[in-house]
Each structure stands twice: as structure tokens, then as C-alpha cells.
């Protein structure tokens, strides 16, 4: 039998990793480097590298349910959406080896200081371990950005070129005194890591072919070089703890055959996203922690957060060259920390935010690379074809052109991640019941967003044809909030070392310990703080 | 605009196929069979040259007047990329099969010996035009899928598909990082 398909627990391990995501698989590796005995449970598969052409003409070609691109959905991922918004919970993740990084857009940038102002730790405090996630993906970019944060190094790798509709943004935005800069990308601009320099498939969410974007399948691999276990298909069922109610004993977990195993360690380390890991903690309920574990604080599961889209793309008399590839190169910071102020710029500006509603909170801007029909996939779903299809084809693509952009929501207690007791899993565990709804002050930042966007589009003579705002808006895939962290037992679920306040050896590395949202896209901050957690494992071990 | 080995290749590499098999690298002859069914070709272990003729009796119907090089583009293509998927090869042969029997219901004959303007009539009204793709659905839903659509999809993802319609470097090809960057005189002046 293959290691791989091993699937009984470990006789002595140090740790135990529950996800094998970026933040178990950096986590993983981490540990197994300093020596540790490794044991990472995930509930998914493993993929194989092999089949990636094949999962992106899944994705391309209509015919298929998008959501087997990665094997989502059935039993084993049945969710209730119970809240007065509609969330889209598997559409937003990936169960297997490499987690949600198998489908994600590979955007790192960097919280801001100010991001961390209600937090227990602040920039200064993550600052070393943001550079060693950046180190870690493999993080391209350059040094143009006058808003990001201080950083003490330069990007592993050159960051990508402009693109050709980026000039033209350019253009309009030098006008309007907006700023544009590059966007730090988890994606080799050059081969790092033994992996090659992107060749521009073009859909980089949800596949990568080449493997030049990152994803953490690879930091799997290198926690097994260093000797940790991975078991895939090993979804955990609860946690087990000490009749002293002061430590985890044991991650229970269910394997393909039926069986149910018990993988006892000397430390846990949860990283399973926003939604698994409270769901977990709820379900490992006992006599000693009836609403759950690491909750006497009762704030699992609770302030959910999500970052929301907002966008506007129309068509321009010329050319701007979309799709070519699946990413973007330019975005504006200008109006994260202050997202109310004017611009000025050689022949105008942006008016500052006069509206009578709740003040906006940081919004990010994004130019769009990808705006637009992609030939390919309007071929495959039209009702014409030989000269019809071409010629409409040449009619649809050409002149498309777009800008996006993310608004954070405020954490809010009834923003929330339940049990389902009505809806059981395929192992009759109560499935996660998600209630969200977006609140006023972030539907003004859409507002906001829309309303610089707009001035963008108009000053470049955009036909707009659409925009996104409060009322067509929707989630990033983002899940944020709901462990998070604090140095009160009374409302929060882990302290600054990311440890449980409750369980003295368990831990969380996960988005879930976010305090607030910000705008920016989370995975390089989950990076960090997994690389922190595990220190602070190394430290108790 | 004249579809080369080139684009067949660059199609083949969108669909996951190995690249670099005999099947693609060699003789014509080779072409027509999987390689690992040279030694027993039958129709399970390959498209057999009538069901070849098929699919290249759907390109004359589905694509542009204005490409060339098909033939070998089709061959190259489809050969290649079935020769490690028998699934999809079942799929893709048995969706031939129908049109053909469709053919000869109405016009006495397999598709690829209609005229042109028969075949595109027997794929209206299939109503093949206005079905949604799906492997494993309806009569004219698996021809969208597996006869229509295949080819489209290796047509509009290869080089020179892509330059028909303007795009250099279309979804599924991986075409590199400098295209995004050239505004459209640089690419107009790359394409003379």
C-alpha cells in the first residue's frame, strides 16, 4: 500500500493540521522542517497535476457544472444559506490538496497599517512573517505602489509589465489625478521554486495549467520532503478533548472505507477556512463545552465577513486588447485609507464623497485585463457557426473594457456561520447554515467605488453598458471573521499567538482570526499569520 | 488564414493531450490511429477513418470559409486528443455515429458524403444550432458537445483562431506574456 494510501492514524505526532489549504500546507512545512512529526488531515483529494489541461477545458468549454472544474458539491459539501442574502457557499472554495489557491486569482497584497488598528497585533508584528509568505508563493511585483505598506525587501520577483489597456486607463486616470500601480501576484513573472514563469493560458481562475501561479499543493510536497503525512480524503469529524477540558486529545476523522480513525497529537493546528473551522469547533460540542469548543466566548462562527465586488465596463472606439491572460497588472490604492477624498489631475479630478450616508470604509480599485467576451467561450455557447460565428465573434470582442474593485464589510455579530441540524453531510454531520446580509456603510463604499469608476469610464468616453453596485453586488469569495482574535476570552476566540483561549494546545491559522476585513485580497495575510501560528507552536512544543 | 501543425499542437496542449506522442509527431498514416491501437485498431480503441470523415464533414459546416490547412488540423487534433481518453473517444464516436444514422434516416447516406448544404441542414435540424452542449445528453446535445463544440473549442484556442477574431494569444492557449502588452498596431505589424 502506498504512503499516500495510508490512511490509519500516526502513532506519535507532534502535530496535527486540520486542511491542507496554504495555511496547513505553510504551516505543515514549517513545523516538519523544525523536526516535528506532521500529520495533515484534509477532507479533499489530491489532484493530479496531469489532469489541469483537462479541469480548464471543463471550465471553458459550457456543458459542464462549474463546480466540477474541482470536484465541489454533492453530499459532502451541502451547505443552507438561511440569511437575507444569498451565499454561494461552494462556489467559493475547494476541498483537496492545495485548497481554494487550486481556483484562486493569486492577488497578495498586504493589509495596511491602519487595517490593524483594532486588532491585538499590528503591522510591525506580521511584517517579517509577510515577507516570508511573499518568499514562500513566490510573490511578483514592484516597488510603484506609494499607498502599500512599508516593506523591508524587494519582491521575490520582477512584477509584471502594464498591460496594453492599462495605458489607455492611464490616460484618463493622469487627468483625473488617480493614481495607478502595479498588483503584487502570487504568479512567477520568471521560474522560482522550481516552477515555471506563467505562459499565459489566460485562466488562471479557476486552473493554472503551467503551475506558475501558485497554489499550495506545493508546500504539501514540501512538508512530505520533510517527512510530514498527509492523508486526503480524511475529512475530520470532531475534535475530542481532556476530561480536564484544557487540551485536545485527538481530530477524529472518517476515511473512504468507512472506518473512523483517531489521530492523537501534542498540538492541533485548524486551518480549514472561515466556514469549516467554526463549523468543526461547533460540532466537537461535549457535556464540559456545550455550545461548542474554544467558544465560551460564544463568538464562533459569528462576524462573518466578506469583501463585495464592485464594477463598471462598457465598450471604447478602439482597441484594448482583453483576455490574453487570466490576471491583472494595475490597480488603485489611493482610496483605501481615505476613501472620501477628491482628486485633482491635470484637467479635473474626482469629486471627494458628498453622499448623506455612512462613511465608506478603504475600497480597492482594479483595472480589468479581462473585461469583456473571450472569443472562445462565446463561440461555444452562441447558435451560430462557420461565417455567422466569425463574424460575430469579430463584432463582440475587440472593444471591451472595465474596472473592478472590493469593499470590506464591518464585522457583525448576526453575520454568522451555524449547524444545520436539518441538513446533514454524508457522514450525518449538521451542515454549515451561512446568515449574511451587507450592511449600509458598505453599500456606500460600493457607491463610492461606482462613483470613481464611472469618472474613470467617462473621462476615457467608455459606453457604459454595466455596473456593479450595491444592488447587483457580490461576494469575493473571501470568509473572514468568524474565530477571531482578541485578548479578551469574553470576545474572541484565539489571543495574538493564534492559540484558543479555551484549549491551551489548540490553534487557528485561517482568515477566521481576522478582526476586520480591510479590502485587500486575504491569502497573503492567511500566509502570515499560519507562519506565525506555527511558531508559536514551535515555541509550546 | 492557414491552420498549421503549429495551431493543431497548441490546440492539442489546451485539451491535456500528450503532446509529443507519435500519434501527433508522425507520419500521416499514424495519424489516423490511437497509438496505443496501432496494433489492434478497432472501433473501440480509435476514431476509425469514416468517423474521421464525419468530423471533418462537421469543420467543413462549422468553420470559417476563410481557414484553410483543416484537414490536417482535424486529423492532427482530434486523433491526438483522444488517443488517452477512450471515454471521451467513446463519447466523440458514438455522437458521430448519430449524426451519421440522422444522415442516412433522411438522406440516405452517412453525413460526410452529403454536400455542404445538406450537412448544414441536417444540423439545423438536428436543431444542433441551438442545443446546449452536454456529454451526456440529448441526440443533438452530444453532437453540440462532442462534434460542434470540440471543434470550435480547438479551433478558437489555437493561434490562428484566435487572430481571426484578433486575439493572438486566446483562452486555453498558452500563448506567453507579451501579447497582453502590444496595443494593436504592434500586433497588426507582428501579423505582416
Keep these: 500500500m502506498s504512503r499516500a494510501a495510508d490512511r490509519t492514524p500516526s502513532p506519535r505526532a507532534d502535530v496535527c493540521v486540520v486542511g491542507a489549504g496554504p495555511a496547513g500546507a505553510l504551516a505543515a512545512h514549517r513545523l516538519a522542517g523544525e523536526g516535528y512529526d506532521v500529520v495533515v488531515l484534509e477532507a479533499g483529494e489530491r489532484f493530479d497535476d496531469e489532469d489541469r489541461e483537462r479541469r480548464m477545458e471543463r471550465a471553458i468549454r459550457p456543458g459542464h457544472d462549474p463546480l466540477s472544474v474541482w470536484e465541489m458539491g454533492g453530499p459532502r459539501d451541502e451547505y443552507a444559506s438561511a440569511g437575507e442574502w444569498f451565499y454561494p457557499l461552494n462556489r467559493t472554495r475547494v476541498k483537496g490538496v492545495g485548497g481554494t489557491t487550486l481556483h484562486w486569482q493569486g492577488m497578495v497584497m498586504r493589509l495596511h497599517e491602519s487595517d490593524f488598528e483594532p486588532w491585538p497585533i499590528d503591522y510591525a508584528d506580521l511584517r517579517p512573517y509577510y515577507a516570508e509568505a511573499e518568499s514562500a508563493l513566490g510573490v511578483a511585483g514592484a516597488a510603484d505602489n506609494p499607498y502599500a505598506p512599508p516593506r523591508e525587501e524587494p519582491f521575490p520577483m520582477p512584477g509584471f509589465e502594464p498591460s496594453y489597456s492599462d495605458s489607455i486607463f492611464a490616460e484618463a486616470c493622469e487627468r483625473l489625478g488617480v493614481t495607478m500601480h502595479s498588483v503584487p501576484s502570487a504568479r512567477n513573472s520568471e521560474g522560482y521554486d522550481d516552477r515555471s514563469a506563467c505562459v499565459g493560458y489566460g485562466t488562471c481562475q479557476p486552473v493554472c495549467p503551467s503551475g506558475a501561479k501558485y497554489s499550495a499543493d506545493h508546500h504539501v510536497a514540501k512538508a512530505e520532503s520533510e517527512g510530514a503525512r498527509v492523508l486526503d480524503r480524511a475529512p475530520v469529524q470532531r475534535l475530542a478533548h481532556h476530561e480536564d477540558g484544557e487540551r485536545v486529545t485527538a481530530a477524529v476523522y472518517a476515511t473512504p472505507d468507512g472506518e473512523t480513525y483517531r489521530q492523537e497529537a501534542r498540538e492541533f493546528v485548524l486551518a480549514a477556512g472561515g466556514v469549516e473551522i467554526p463549523r468543526l469547533l461547533l460540532l466537537s460540542n461535549s457535556d464540559q463545552y456545550p455550545d461548542g469548543l474554544a467558544n465560551s466566548s460564544g463568538a464562533v462562527g459569528r462576524y462573518f465577513m466578506e469583501h463585495l465586488f464592485a464594477g463598471a465596463g462598457g465598450t471604447l472606439d478602439r482597441a484594448t486588447r482583453q483576455n490574453h491572460v487570466g490576471f491583472m497588472t494595475s490597480e488603485c490604492h489611493q482610496f483605501y485609507d481615505d476613501p472620501t477624498q477628491g482628486t485633482a489631475g491635470t484637467a479635473g479630478g474626482i469629486p471627494a464623497w458628498s453622499r448623506d450616508e455612512p462613511t465608506p470604509d478603504g475600497i480597492k480599485l482594479e483595472f480589468l485585463n479581462y473585461a469583456g467576451p473571450s472569443p472562445v467561450e462565446t463561440a461555444l455557447s452562441g447558435d451560430e457557426w462557420g461565417d455567422d460565428l466569425l463574424e460575430t465573434l469579430r463584432e463582440g470582442y475587440g472593444n471591451a473594457i472595465a474596472m473592478g474593485g472590493l469593499v470590506g464589510q464591518r464585522p457583525r455579530k448576526d453575520n454568522r456561520i451555524e449547524l444545520d441540524p436539518s441538513t446533514t453531510d454524508d457522514h450525518g454531520n449538521p451542515v454549515p447554515e451561512i446568515h449574511w446580509r451587507v450592511d449600509a456603510r458598505t453599500e456606500a463604499g460600493l457607491r463610492r467605488a461606482n462613483e470613481i469608476q464611472r469618472a474613470v469610464l467617462d473621462e476615457l468616453g467608455v459606453d457604459v453598458a454595466w455596473t456593479v453596485g450595491p444592488e447587483e453586488t457580490g461576494p469575493a469569495y473571501h470568509h473572514m471573521g468568524t474565530t477571531r482574535m482578541g485578548t479578551d476570552p469574553d470576545e474572541s476566540v484565539v489571543n495574538p499567538r493564534l492559540r484558543t483561549h479555551d484549549l491551551r494546545n489548540l490553534s487557528v491559522a485561517s482568515s477566521s482570526v481576522f478582526v476586520t476585513s480591510g479590502a485587500m485580497n486575504p491569502t497573503l495575510t492567511i500566509a502570515a499569520l499560519a507562519l506565525k501560528a506555527a511558531d508559536h507552536v514551535d515555541e509550546r512544543l | ?192
Excluded: C, K
Aim: charged share 30%; proline share 5%.
Design chain 2, 1 to 192: 488564414m492557414e491552420l498549421s501543425r503549429r495551431d493543431a499542437l497548441a490546440a492539442l496542449a489546451a485539451s491535456g493531450a500528450a503532446v509529443g506522442a507519435g500519434a501527433v509527431l508522425g507520419t500521416d498514416a499514424d495519424l489516423v490511429e490511437a497509438p496505443s491501437a496501432r496494433d489492434h485498431v478497432d472501433d473501440s480503441d480509435s476514431l476509425t477513418e469514416g468517423r474521421l470523415a464525419t468530423l471533418l464533414a462537421v469543420a467543413d459546416v462549422v468553420y470559417p470559409s476563410e481557414v484553410s490547412g483543416v484537414e490536417e488540423f482535424v486529423r492532427t487534433y482530434a486523433v491526438g486528443r483522444t488517443a488517452d481518453r477512450p471515454e471521451y473517444r467513446e463519447g466523440m464516436a458514438d455522437a458521430l455515429a448519430t449524426l451519421d444514422e440522422y444522415a442516412r434516416t433522411w438522406h440516405d447516406a452517412d453525413f460526410r458524403t452529403l454536400d455542404a448544404e445538406t450537412r448544414a441542414s441536417v444540423l439545423e435540424e438536428m436543431t444542433v444550432d441551438g442545443a446546449d452542449p452536454d456529454p451526456a445528453g440529448s441526440d443533438p446535445e452530444r453532437v453540440r458537445y462532442y462534434a460542434v463544440n470540440d471543434l470550435l473549442y480547438a479551433l478558437y484556442s489555437s493561434p490562428t483562431g484566435g487572430e481571426l477574431v484578433g486575439i493572438e494569444n486566446p483562452q486555453g492557449h498558452p500563448g506567453g506574456t507579451d501579447s497582453y502588452r502590444r496595443g494593436p498596431e504592434a500586433a497588426r505589424g507582428r501579423d505582416e
